[in-house]
């Protein structure tokens, strides 16, 4: 099912000067798209409310995205014998 009903783009220009019918364009028949360098949907509320998926706050998002695995690149000046905090022993061999 495509969201979108028409495959018409507004201008700018066009937004501004028309933006009661884009209003009521997006309420009878879908989405409005406008910008065609820069694009924005126009959509009913009640419509963004039960279709838009749920937001994580950006410190959740980060921890979920973040880089896992034991591949990870440690870069460390080898001729240092400064310890390196929050590392054990075992991992520190393998790097040494």
Known sequence: MAIFKSDRVWTVAEAKARLSEIFRLAEEEGPQRIG????????????WRT??????????????????????????????????PFIDEETERKFV
Do not use: Y
Request: no cysteine; proline share 11%; hydrophobic share 35%.
């Open 36 to 47: 065609v360098r820069k694009s924005f949907v126009v959509v009913p509320e009640r419509l």
């Open 51 to 84: 279709q838009a998926p749920a937001r994580k706050p950006l410190g959740q998002w980060l921890i979920d995205n973040m880089p896992r695995g034991s591949n990870l690149e440690i870069p460390r000046d080898r001729k240092s014998r400064r310890e390196i």
